[in-house]
Each structure stands twice: as C-alpha cells, then as structure tokens.
C-alpha cells in the first residue's frame, strides 16, 4: 500500500493557530510513523496555512509573489514535519518544488520513488512549485506521479465529508461514500476544484478522515473503511 498524505499547515499549528506547535507536529508524526510501521508507503504533502495563504495577501502584493511565499512557507512545514518523524525513529527525505538545496533535496520523482521503496517518508515541500495552485493539487499531482493508491486528506476532529460544517449545523449529514462529481456538484469542502478533477480524470481514490483520532490512519492503512471515500 503507498499512500499520499495531505497535511494543512494549520495542523501543525496545535492550538495557537499560527507557526509551528511542538506538541501538535508530534501527535501527528506519531500517527504517521505507527501507520508506517504497519508497513504503508507514506508520502506527505504539506501545506502552510500556518504562515502564509497567498489568496490572503493578493490585494496588497503581486499575486503570484504572494504564493511564492506559501510555497516557501510549506518548506518550512515539511522541514520541521522532518524533524518530529525523526526523533520517532523514522527515515525520511524533504523533496521540495522550490529548489533549496541546504535544507531540502529538489523534487525528483524517480528518487522519490526509490525512497518510498527503502521505506523512507518522503514529504514534499514547495506544493507543485507553481502560483495559482494548492497543496491540495500538490497532493493529487504527487500521488498520481508516485502512483499512489490513494490521497488521504486528513481533517482536524471531523471524521469524514459532511453536508455541511456539523461544527455549526448538527443536522449536517455525514457521508460514508461519494463520487467526484457529487463533490464538484454539490461544492463539498473535500479538496478544491481543480485537484479533484486532477483525482477524477484519472480514478484516483480520496480519503477523508480524522487524524487526530488515535490510530485512524492506522485503521484505515489496514483496510478498515475509516471516513468518507470518494471515488467514481
Ligand atoms: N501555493 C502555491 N502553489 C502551490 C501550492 C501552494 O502557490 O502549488 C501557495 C499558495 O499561496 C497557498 C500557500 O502556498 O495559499 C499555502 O498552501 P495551502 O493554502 O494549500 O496550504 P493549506 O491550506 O493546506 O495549509
């Protein structure tokens, strides 16, 4: 089983909402690297919400300007994502979009594989190294380069697809299967537009899950069906 994980920066952030908490990147590579015990190739896509979000700066700078900053802020993410994995005794390798050759090695899909194959993490920084996208089309785009089974798109304390927020509304229905279109359709909050017609055009399957719910990801690695799945 390879996966591609998707990450939003905001995770990182625990509680503080902003920058990188120690305790919250913590329970998250403990998730990660005990689903990786269980022997799943795990990539990760890493956003930066944390920091920076283009869209949010666009008015006062240059668009495309703005999300180079998010991009560059992902490889901040992806460097400190390194380093709790590590100290859970796991191997892995920053590849990042946005060549920075001290802290990260460039994106090479080939290596990144054999990564992958010798059982390292790999996480992918810089999103897809072009403005005007996401990490969530980072996170399509990469699993369909490394030939994922699937985009697991991890969710802070909401355990699948709902109708609507069930923060706000508690009549929001929950979904346990849907189809591509469905999301599209009936704008559901999975993945944005663009990398869910990326998942669509090629049948790559979408999870969405709780990370923060001790052993999902471990649960769902193994097969149990765990949060919403999307497929066609
Ligand atoms: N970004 C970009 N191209 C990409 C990925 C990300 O320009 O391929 C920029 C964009 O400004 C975005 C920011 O990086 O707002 C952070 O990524 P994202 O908003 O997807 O992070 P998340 O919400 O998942 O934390």
Redesign the pocket.
Known sequence: MRVLL?????FLAGTKGVGVSPEATRTLAQEIAAAHRQGAQVAVV?????F????QHGGEMDPAT??????I??VMNAVALQDALEQQGIDTRVQS?INMQEVAEPYIRRRALRHLEKGRVVIFG?????????????AALRALEIDADMVLMAKNKVDGVYSDDPRKNPHAERFETLTYLDVLNQGLKVMDATAISLCMGKEMPIVVFDIFTPGNLGRLLAGEHVGTRISS
């Open positions: 998707k990450l939003s920066g905001e890493v956003g930066a919400g944390n920076w979000r283009g869209a703005a999300d180079y900053v998010g991009m802020a992902t979009a810089g999103g897809t190294g072009n403005p005007f996208f996401t990490t969530d089309t980072a």
